[in-house]
């Protein structure tokens, strides 16, 4: 994978289409040998071999299929459009009938490169992502940090990424991977949470959620509400997945754990002051959210 490259991009069903729609058409030129029908005439032939070659030339060079079997007999059909294109734009007469003469180089490389792009496709590594309850599944997997509160991206911008990826993993179904990324990011927000309630106090040497759960109980510090929900994550959720034999299993596992953290959140955010201003760069995997218009002073 090249640098900066996303090892997961969007593609576009529609493209395809458009290409096959673009170039098949040049199987339907008619040569004046054909009892049936109007034969097809130069200009009719120089049309479909224009709109052809524009639509291969990007889908063998410059497509994000990055096609294999498929480019060699791709280019062997394209060298025989440009061929035939050029006969064709020597021809004086644009009304002349097409021979099967004509058009025999381009209909031989039609037809074995659609036999391998045919085969090349069907074996393509590409999927559908099912929807995973209610959410956007663009949004899990394109910026998930969406889906947790505005004010973790100054507040707490160091769990962007962990937030962005673990509603990925959600989306592509790596529910224990989606698990270890939710807890590192709500421990992020536990430890600004500590250096706020504590007025800055030295955090616990270990990064035990435990840990941080006592010492503030023995400090008196932080709502009780917020610790009850720490500690049942901590006990239902973080303590069984550190364990080999333990894992979620499930969307619903996985929802109900990223609901866990992002209601325990919306609490503590509420205690944590700004550190940082939106992000001009997002973060890998994750979209900044859009600045608060001065009109309306809402977000879109």
Known sequence: MKPGVPAVRRVDGFY?????????????????????????????AEMALYVAEAALEPLLTRSIFNLRTSVWPGQALLQAIRQT??????????????????????????????????????????????????????????????????????????????????????????FTAAGFHLHRANEAVLRRYWDAVTKGEPRPQSRNMGD?????????????????ALKDLKDLHRNPLIHPEHSLETADEAIALMNGVHTVMVYMLKEIPATAALPAVTLPGAVAPPSPTASSGSQP
Request: glycine share 6%; with cysteine.
């Open 16 to 44: 395809l289409y458009q290409v096959g729609g673009q170039i098949h058409p040049l199987t339907e030129l008619r040569a004046w040998a054909i009892p049936s029908g109007q034969a097809s005439t130069v200009a009719d």
């Open 85 to 174: 294109k050029a006969r064709f734009a020597a021809t004086a007469d644009k009304t002349q009938a097409i021979s099967y003469a004509d058009m025999f180089p381009v209909s031989n490389a039609m037809a074995t490169f659609e036999a391998v792009f045919g085969a090349e496709l069907a074996l393509m590594p590409l999927y559908v992502v099912t929807p995973k309850a209610g959410f956007d599944t663009s949004i899990l997997i394109e910026a998930g940090a969406r889906c947790f509160p505005d004010d973790v991206w100054t507040k707490v911008p160091e769990a962007i990424s962990d937030l962005s990826f673990g509603a990925k993993c959600i989306a592509f179904e790596l």
């Open 212 to 228: 941080y759960l006592n010492e503030m109980n023995q400090k008196k510090v932080g709502d009780d509400k917020v610790k009850a």
